[in-house]
């Protein structure tokens, strides 16, 4: 391929106007609530359509093969574009349910199925028989291209925003408010990122260069990593495998391990069957580094097994198994290479890729679809270990259901709602409260009664305890005070008790929430009820091997303190006991 290439520049640059304007549009949409931002779902398709075809056509497009690429790319985009609707419904209804916990995942899977379908669809119009070689040389192309022409952008914004301050210090304000305007600088930054795409496409040869570069760099990097992978190794029948475990993070390390590698590899080899670019003791000390990867499979894919067997499947250990299983996949065709080739097993790096870029492509698609979705995963795992018995409904993590699985945890935590209203009123408030922790919103009416009405079937109290209206009110009062702690609370439990033995009865009601039990005094002054936090002397850590206790089953008993309070003038003091 020449390092010059006949680039199309005046529809490039149309189309990062467009993408620009596009994207102002569906800024305008968020900012003053209009569709499409009433509906995620059609908000999800637009921003994916907008990114993806646009941004694959800069990186892509080339005289006399406009219409070969487009009808390519468009239809892709097209796909992508409908999984996003599918991750927009997984955000209805929009008041309850956040976006964010979802967009890190689909965004970085959606990005990396863009490179690979980009790659692939380049070589595919170049006319030239499918080569890892061509391959290689398109995807660091692309990878350069678009991130030196995200720096010129940045460049660009840097040289904005000094001439803003400039004029601002002579108090001319006119460019610093013009360039905070979302109608300037979305056309413009898109603007500026399409010459660097068209100035940097044109280095062709540079961007060759630099990947040269990276090459002799991580060249050096690779026998690093491969000593660090055998000694590593031999380590581990000394250590066990316990003390990677206990970090919470030991397979993480493992696919890290794995993934540098790989990646390293690849750099450094590139496609070139016959490459030699170590002496020959060395390049054997480099596949033997390879040969190990997949017992790094056997590990990580123990540790994941056994965090799902402990905790059952999370959204992160779903994307963790499939990490490793693509991770094993290249693992074990490499393995197959150096088995079968010896010191020629480079041969088999280029099979193992081509074949290997298409299940990426598959599985960060397949991924984001109804076919497999992490979150409905996460939830049925979640309930068979609540009906197995293995997990308690205090336990069960609903904090996780409300913020990390969008539309299924909606769903189910509506459903358990629904299901426990009668028999477990305390957990119909932990969900509630998840959705409408903020003390300072203002509740419709309705809305309150019922959750007046909610709290006092959930609060528990001794046979034949009648409740003077007035503290009910208090008690109320209490739980809008504390709306954020009710999402914990698992229990409540009012008992009366003549706390400082003056004739008048107090009320102490008790919670239980983060494995301990809290106190708060209501007592009667000046004719209202009044409440008062009680602080707890025990300083034990909570020991979250016990089960939960029952509140009413557990004794009430007044202890005088040790040391009264001593008053010196107008102040009091009490000692601290230990």
Known sequence: ???????????????????????????????????????????????????????????????????????????????????????????TPLEHISAQPLLFGFIFSMLIA????????????????????LLFLYSWRNFLTLGLSLLFTLAVWAVLMLWAALFKVIQIEFFTDLFAKPWFYY???????????????????????ITRIHQALMKFLL????????LFMLALPFTGLDPLWKTGYGSLLILWLQALMLFFVNAVYQAEADSRPYPLWLHRAIFLAIALLPVYSLIACYGLMLRVEQYGWSVSRCWGFVLWALLALFS????????????????????????????????????????????????????????DGRTSLTDLDLRYFRYNLAKPGYDALQQLKADKANTDPALVLRIDALYNPDRHSELPEESSTEQRQQFLAALSLPQAVQLPEALKLALYQWQQENRWQLQYISQYHLRPLDLNNDGQQDYVLLTYSHQSISAVLFSLKEGEWQSTAMTSSTKAEPDITQPEPQLDALELK?????????????????????
């Open 1 to 91: 391929m020449s390092g010059q290439q006949q680039l199309p520049r005046s529809m490039m640059l149309l189309l990062a106007l467009l993408q620009g304007l596009s994207l102002y549009l569906l800024h305008q949409s968020i900012s003053f609530d209009f569709w499409p931002s009433t509906q995620p779902e059609w908000l999800f398709f637009l921003y994916s359509l907008v990114f993806v075809a646009p941004l694959t056509l800069l990186l892509s497009l080339e005289k006399g093969q406009e219409l070969k690429l487009a009808l390519r790319l468009v239809p892709f985009a097209l796909l992508i574009a409908v999984l996003g609707f599918y991750a927009g419904l997984q955000v």
């Open 114 to 133: 863009s490179f690979k379908a980009l790659l692939y669809i380049q070589q595919q119009a170049s006319g030239m028989p499918l080569s890892y070689s």
């Open 187 to 209: 056309p413009t930054l898109n603007l500026a990122f399409g010459f660097g795409v068209i100035i940097f496409r044109n280095q062709a040869s540079v961007i060759d260069t």
């Open 223 to 230: 026998v690093i990593l491969a000593l660090v992978s055998v």
């Open 332 to 387: 074990v065709g490499y393995l197959w290479g150096i088995l079968k080739k010896r010191d020629l097993w480079l041969q088999q790096l280029s099979w193992v890729n081509l074949r290997m870029g298409l299940v990426v492509l598959a599985v960060m698609l397949i991924a984001n679809s109804p076919l497999l979705d992490f979150r409905k995963i996460t939830l049925e795992s979640q309930l068979a270990l609540l009906q």
């Open 558 to 578: 007044t202890i005088p303190p040790q040391w009264p309070l001593l008053q010196v003038g107008d102040k009091t003091f009490q000692a601290i006991q230990n």
